[in-house]
Nanobody, 121 residues
């Protein structure tokens, strides 16, 4: 059984900051890429930021220069530092991990339950 547990969402004013965390636990052999997605009401889920096992990040254009993704492999944790937040960043943010499990031995994509981020004055 694999679990992804997100934390750090909340209500923040425009221009403010939040830091999201996602801890992966369970019968894991290795974690490959990790990422953060978001879904606003009535919209499709979109990739916000991703990071490889070696630490190479990528971002969607709308968050470049404002968001930073990082990971701590020893803690099986991925972070998303969000600065200069805008109302259009309001969404449910989901953590994703592409990993290998030991029981059963397989490769797959796993998701967290989501955390709400609301940017409003």
């Amino acid at each position: 059984q694999v679990q992804l547990v997100e934390s750090g969402g909340g209500l923040v004013q425009p221009g403010g900051s939040l830091r999201l965390s996602c801890v992966v636990s369970g019968s894991i052999v290795s974690i490959h890429s990790m990422g953060w997605y978001r879904q606003a009401p009535g919209e499709q889920r979109e990739l916000v930021a991703g990071i490889t096992s070696g630490g190479s990040p990528k971002y969607t254009d709308s968050v470049k220069g404002r968001f930073t993704i990082s990971r701590d492999n020893a803690k099986n944790t991925v972070y998303l530092q969000m600065n200069s937040l805008k109302p259009e960043d309001t969404a449910v943010y989901y953590c994703n991990a592409h990993l290998v499990t030991s029981i059963p031995f397989k490769v797959g994509d796993y998701w967290g339950q989501g955390t709400q981020v609301t940017v409003s004055s």
